[in-house]
């Protein structure tokens, strides 16, 4: 059961370019978060999608969008990059059933990192 | 203002005894609370969690304790093994029996486990 994948693993850009990442989520679930992980810090959440719409957002400039199709995969898209931008972004997908008391815990890819020059 | 906080960056054991990790978080409006470990190059790896109406949850090797009036947790690890040696990240969330929620993580604590 393959878990949750991201491409590109690496990724250089320059100052005022787009960018776009790539999820998909592990095998069942269907709902998509992405989070901004900068050196020396924790995740920082940027948004959520569930259904293909954005449920939750985080902190984050509208320079940073998303998009969730139809079979739960979801892309990230920052326009204008600044060189802050510079991180390893984090792909997380879960599960929308609730059973019970048991929260259905976020699984992480491996990320993609964002060089911004 | 960090709601959660990891304040030791960094931590060293010996194999073989207790690993504690310590977490703080300043919003009372958590109510689930997760460990994940990030070994480098790969994605945080989900490890355990407990709810606010617990006071502890063990699996295996690991405990997780809650002290909600002091808005403390922590996880243990006995006996610490040389493979334990990660970052490991506390996160909390408001959204417990909602929208799944966004995580709010800590900066993390770099364990060594020293054979």
């Known amino acids: 059961d393959a878990g949750v994948t991201q491409s590109p693993t690496h990724l250089i850009k320059t100052r005022g370019q787009q960018v776009t990442l790539r999820c998909s989520p592990k095998s069942g679930h269907d709902t998509v978060s992405w989070y901004q992980q900068a050196l020396g810090q924790g995740p920082q959440f940027i948004f959520q999608y569930y259904e293909e719409e954005e449920r939750q957002r985080g902190n984050f400039p509208d320079r940073f969008s998303g998009h969730q199709f139809p079979n739960y995969s979801s892309e990230l898209n920052v326009n204008a990059l600044l060189l802050g931008d510079s991180a390893l972004y984090l792909c997380a997908s879960s599960s929308s059933g609730l059973a019970g008391e048991i929260y259905n815990e976020q699984f992480f890819g491996p990320g993609t990192r964002l060089t911004v020059l | 203002d960090q709601q959660v906080k990891q304040n030791s960056p960094s931590l060293s054991v010996q194999e073989g005894r207790i690993s504690i990790l310590n977490c703080d978080y300043t919003n009372s409006m958590f109510d689930y609370f997760l460990w994940y470990k990030k070994y480098p190059a790969e994605g945080p790896t989900f490890l355990i969690s407990?709810?606010?109406?617990?006071d502890k949850n063990e699996d295996g090797r690991f405990t997780v304790f809650l002290n909600k009036s002091a808005k403390h947790l922590s996880l243990h690890i006995v006996p610490s093994q040389p493979g334990d040696s990660a970052v490991y990240f506390c996160?909390?969330?408001?959204?417990?029996?909602?929208?799944?929620?966004?995580?709010?993580f800590g900066k993390g604590t770099k364990l060594s486990v020293k054979p």
């Open positions: 996160a909390a969330s408001a959204d417990y029996g909602g929208s799944q929620g966004n995580l709010i």
């Open positions: 407990i709810s606010s109406i617990k």
